[in-house]
């Protein structure tokens, strides 16, 4: 009736076991031994006390139909709930198999010598309870590996589990000795049948396994702020070189602002001396009895004169004196002006170059 109420209860279990053995078969576990061992070893001393005392484990054995203590006192025990009950199977009443497995079986090695039970053992697997034993140290490179069956008959586990249940006492694992005297450390008591209370040790290993995954949790955000940290302040310092660029720029076209407007000066006041040379010369080369109306001069040095003279035609050879002009010719025609009596004409000329100005004549030796 009660399987029929939990019809989840056989998955579950089935899930359960094949995930410990996925586990077992990992490395895992041999590593969170050592690093449980290490933990432990940074406890103070009163911690480390507490801590052993309370994984200690009460080991019994089972005689004439009755638990007893393993140094043979024939009054059966009483339950003692702060410790772990462990009862030791005797060699006689265990099978002990060295068996071999394909390496692809190692994540599921309880399915398989389940399925081949009756290959290694007198009996089918709904006959016995069983566990491996697999030693650490073997070769992983090679196609095979070998471990050891711990096989025991369900019949008799069962009885002496009931037993101990009329008793009031509880098994928390059944481990057996081999030939020599020495444990085997298996459990060969059912999933089914194992105690689900904690105990304070196991809560203890939780507890640091939570811890270390705390520990681990917190320095891979420690990390991750870090390198957030060292992002932020290479995005600041990126940022500053950008501003300083930017400040750089400004000021290097505001120099070239400078530089052009100190050659615009320096070339209108190059402009403005060359202007007053030329007035200077024009008025010693133009005959007096010509007076000029207008003066024109362009940026590429083009010269524009608009004047009145008695004596128009022979103004371009009393000019010639102008040693800063050059191509002088009339613009236009010469037009009489009534109101003067005098010619009214147009001339251009170009200016010379500073080097031509300056240059020595044909003649200068």
């Not at 509880?170 to 008591?189: E, S």
């Not at 049948?193 to 904690?198: G, S």
């Not at 290993?205 to 390198?227: D, E």
Request: proline share 5%; charged share 25%; glycine share 4%.
């Amino acid at each position: 009736m009660k399987a029929l109420q939990r019809p989840w209860l056989g998955p579950l279990q089935t899930t359960t076991t094949r995930l410990a053995q996925h586990w077992q078969a990992s490395r895992l576990p041999v590593f969170l031994r050592w690093w449980r061992r290490e933990l432990i070893a940074c406890l103070p001393r009163r911690w480390r006390e507490r801590l052993e005392s309370s994984n200690q484990e009460h080991l019994l054995y089972w005689h004439e139909g009755a638990l007893h203590h393993t140094s043979g006192d024939a009054e059966p025990v009483a339950s003692a709930p702060a410790q772990r009950q462990v009862l030791l199977l005797p060699s006689e009443q265990v099978l002990l198999s060295r068996v071999q497995l394909p390496l692809a079986a190692a994540t599921q090695v309880h399915e398989a010598l389940a399925f081949e039970m009756d290959k290694y053992t007198p009996f089918k697997a709904a006959q016995v309870y069983f566990d491996t034993l697999r030693d650490p140290r073997e070769d992983r490179t090679r196609p095979v590996f070998e471990l050891t069956l711990v096989v025991a008959l369900r019949e008799r586990i069962d009885a002496i589990l009931d037993e101990a249940t009329r008793n009031g006492l509880r098994i928390d694992a059944i481990d057996a000795l081999d030939r020599n005297g020495a444990r085997l450390h298996v459990n060969l008591l059912p999933a089914q049948r194992r105690p689900q209370e904690r105990h304070p040790a196991r809560r203890l290993r939780l507890r640091l396994i939570w811890l270390g995954a705390g520990l681990l949790l917190l320095a891979m955000l420690m990390w991750v702020h870090n390198r957030q940290q060292a992002l932020d302040a290479m995005n600041a310092e990126v940022a500053a070189l950008r501003n300083d660029t930017r400040q750089i720029q400004v000021l290097r076209q505001q120099l070239n602002e400078l530089l052009d407007t100190g050659r615009y000066v320096q070339t209108q006041k190059t402009l403005a001396l060359s202007r007053t040379a030329l007035l200077q010369e024009l008025t010693a080369c133009i005959p007096g009895d010509t007076w000029l109306e207008q003066l024109d001069l362009d940026a590429q040095g083009t010269l524009t004169l608009s004047a009145q003279s008695s004596q128009a035609s022979d103004l371009i050879g009393k000019m010639k004196t102008c040693t800063d002009l050059r191509n002088l010719q009339f613009q236009g025609v010469i037009q009489a002006d009534a109101s003067t009596g005098q010619d009214r004409l147009n001339l251009t000329a170009h200016l010379g170059s500073p080097e031509e100005r300056h240059a020595p004549a044909p003649d200068t030796p």
